[in-house]
């Protein structure tokens, strides 16, 4: 029998308020163990990007999938034909009271809004996480996230599985080798469009009778339903309370070499100099320089980095002398350094620029690694991962922080990393942490 909305929630938070303040081992010491050293795995989402992720998960041999929460629960109960055994829930609240002490890992693959909550109250419990990117909606949501992993040594990863293919590893070691010189700049896009200048419809739709709305708006305030994919499945990436725009979704795989390769920590300034957001929905066609600080692959004092999407690209003056009328790719980057420049396209291998330049050069012969895999060896105590929330938080933050800009079109927006607040624009600090909805409060993220 359901539990009632009031008693899950009492109980969710008894337990994760106690689990807040626990240590992983006294926490794993409370779940069963393991039969056979198999990793027992669950996942927040059935279908899309969640599917996706379990199902590269359990490619492992040495996993079982033990549950599945989803507010869209036919989505869930789907899965009982490919998995018989599987344990349905819709209320991810109580997949975590019922079965955290029989399991180790999970993936959380929702909407954005729900990452960071789902994560955390994971983590709580002494519990692995494999994250979807971007790791949260919010900058502050990031920072805790990374704290509380790195602090009680939980295995993390994020879902940027790029990041360990031989293609973006390749740029990495290209750039770090010093084959292009010191970098000078970055230009980062992607032709995605995840914005909508549409005003919000003034209307209510029924909803799918499979479909727990409260749970799917779960941190954010209540409001009407709409279908047509408005909201679920498709199109809540382009609303500013539960997606992150296009930056927020591609800047997190394509911004990610560039950040690994220059060792960049936190920006000191963003400036956007396109549209603005409207009250609800990302704008599209946003061009963000950022300005991170100089490091031992750059040259000082600062590095500027140029991110564009939708229709917006590098200008030909920057690109021509190196490509001529040969087109960019649709996402990618163009490093700029002192000795030449290198094309980064998604998912392709990195390009010495100009071609004639780097005629026969050998390029870096990499082996493969299995992002998803690694994640899992490293839950069974074989290895790490690397892109565990210590790196993978301070990445999504400063993408985050680019989406923040676009508020402020024209506006150099001064950030001090330190106290997650603008030094010069106070108008901005609300952006960086949203209050959640009463009643969906998490320890460690928000007042209870």
């Known amino acids: 029998m359901p539990l009632t909305r009031s008693t899950s929630r009492r109980s969710f938070l008894k337990q994760?308020?106690?689990?807040?303040?626990?240590?992983?081992?006294?926490?794993?010491?409370l779940r069963a163990a393991s039969p056979n050293n198999v990793v027992r795995h669950a996942s927040f989402g059935a279908g899309g990007m969640a599917a996706a992720d379990f199902g590269q998960i359990i490619t492992h041999p040495d996993v079982k999938l033990v549950c599945v929460a989803d507010v869209d629960i036919g989505r869930a109960e789907a899965l009982k034909a490919r998995f018989p055994e599987l344990r349905v829930y819709?209320?991810?609240?109580?997949?975590?009271?019922?079965?955290?002490?029989?399991?180790?890992?999970?993936?959380?693959?929702?909407?954005?809004?729900?990452?960071?909550?789902?994560?955390?109250?994971?983590?709580?419990?002494?519990?692995?996480?494999y994250g979807q990117k971007p790791l949260t909606h919010d900058?502050?949501?990031?920072?805790?996230?990374?704290?509380?992993?790195?602090?009680?040594?939980?295995?993390?990863q994020m879902g940027i599985q790029i990041h360990s293919d031989v293609t973006y590893r390749s740029a990495v070691q290209l750039i770090q080798g010093g084959t292009i010189g010191k970098v000078k700049s970055v230009h980062s896009w992607s032709e995605k469009r995840w914005g909508d200048g549409e005003s919000r419809p003034d209307r209510t739709d029924p909803i799918p009778a499979d479909l727990n709305w409260d749970q799917?708006?779960?941190?954010?305030?209540?409001?009407?339903?709409?279908?047509?994919?408005?909201?679920?499945?498709?199109?809540?990436?382009?609303?500013?309370?539960?997606?992150?725009?296009?930056?927020?979704?591609?800047?997190?795989?394509?911004?990610?070499?560039?950040f690994k390769a220059l060792e960049l920590t936190a920006p000191t300034t963003l400036r956007s100099t396109g549209p603005a957001p409207n009250a609800f929905n990302w704008a599209n066609d946003a061009v963000v320089h950022l300005t991170f600080p100089e490091t031992k692959h750059t040259i000082g004092p600062s590095i500027p980095i140029t991110w564009y999407d939708g229709v917006e690209r590098p200008s030909n003056e920057v690109t021509r002398p190196l490509l001529g009328d040969r087109p960019l790719p649709s996402q990618g980057s163009l490093f700029m350094g002192e000795k030449g420049a290198l094309l980064l396209p998604h998912v392709s291998m990195p390009v010495l620029l100009p071609e004639a330049q780097f005629?026969?050069?050998?390029?870096?012969?990499?082996?493969?690694v299995n992002h998803w895999h690694q994640?899992?060896?490293?839950?069974?105590?074989?290895?790490?991962?690397?892109?565990?929330?210590?790196?993978?938080?301070?990445?999504?933050?400063?993408?985050?922080?680019?989406?923040?800009?676009?508020?402020?079109?024209?506006?150099?927006?001064?950030?001090?990393?330190?106290?997650?607040?603008?030094?010069?624009?106070?108008?901005?600090d609300h952006l960086v942490r949203r209050p959640y909805r009463k009643g969906w409060d998490v320890p460690g993220l928000s007042s209870v």
């Open 16 to 29: 994760t308020i106690a689990g807040a303040f626990a240590a992983p081992a006294f926490i794993r010491n």
């Open 90 to 129: 819709q209320d991810w609240r109580r997949l975590l009271d019922e079965e955290s002490k029989n399991l180790d890992s999970v993936n959380v693959s929702t909407p954005d809004h729900m990452h960071a909550s789902i994560g955390m109250s994971a983590l709580q419990r002494g519990l692995h996480v």
């Open 139 to 156: 900058v502050a949501e990031s920072r805790k996230l990374a704290e509380f992993a790195t602090q009680k040594k939980l295995v993390t």
């Open 216 to 258: 799917w708006l779960g941190v954010c305030e209540a409001r009407p339903f709409l279908g047509n994919g408005y909201y679920h499945p498709g199109n809540w990436r382009k609303r500013l309370d539960f997606g992150t725009g296009t930056f927020g979704d591609m800047g997190c795989h394509i911004f990610d070499p560039v």
């Open 359 to 368: 005629a026969g050069f050998v390029y870096p012969t990499l082996d493969p």
């Open 375 to 428: 994640f899992v060896d490293a839950v069974k105590g074989n290895g790490t991962t690397s892109a565990h929330f210590g790196y993978s938080g301070p990445l999504t933050e400063s993408v985050l922080l680019g989406g923040l800009a676009t508020f402020f079109p024209n506006e150099t927006l001064e950030w001090n990393a330190a106290q997650l607040k603008f030094s010069n624009k106070p108008a901005a």
